[in-house]
């Protein structure tokens, strides 16, 4: 079960970190889409785009690009922290 306090600094940043940031960070910047803090993240996650790519959903780019998909308990951690207002 996913917990209801889910924030970007302890549970989103982590997972951003380890799974997107080799294509979306300023020190490697090969999408030209930065996630690498929270602003910019939070910008992804509220106009559905960050939840869209990584649930595979229809008419979005499937993330991580080339790589397997994230499992389901970390895509429902990133979705209940969208759905709670991206606390920060």
Same mark, same amino acid.
């Not at 079960?1 to 924030?7: E, G, K, L, R, V």
């Not at 993240?41 to 780019?61: C, D, P, T």
């Not at 080339?66 to 499992?71: P, Q, Y």
């Given at each position: 079960? &996913? $917990? =209801?306090?889910?924030?970007y600094?302890?549970?989103? $940043? +982590? /997972?951003?970190e380890?799974?997107c940031? %080799? ?5 490697s910047?090969v999408s @030209?889409?930065?996630? =690498? *803090? #929270? %602003?910019a993240?939070?910008? #992804?996650?509220?106009? !559905?785009?960050?939840?869209?790519? /990584?649930?595979?959903? $229809? @008419? #979005?780019?499937p993330? +991580?690009d !080339? ?5 389901n308990?970390? &895509? $429902?951690?990133i979705k209940?922290?969208? =759905? *709670? !207002?991206? +606390?920060?």
């Open positions: 079960m &996913i $917990a =209801d306090n889910i924030s600094t302890a549970n989103v $940043a +982590p /997972i951003i380890a799974n940031f %080799d294509c979306h960070s300023s020190s910047n @030209g889409i930065l996630l =690498d *803090n #929270y %602003d993240l939070k910008f #992804y996650a509220q106009n !559905g785009y960050l939840y869209g790519a /990584i649930s595979h959903a $229809a @008419g #979005y780019r993330m +991580p !080339g790589g397997s998909k994230l499992n308990c970390t &895509i $429902a951690t209940k922290w969208i =759905d *709670n !207002g991206t +606390p920060h």
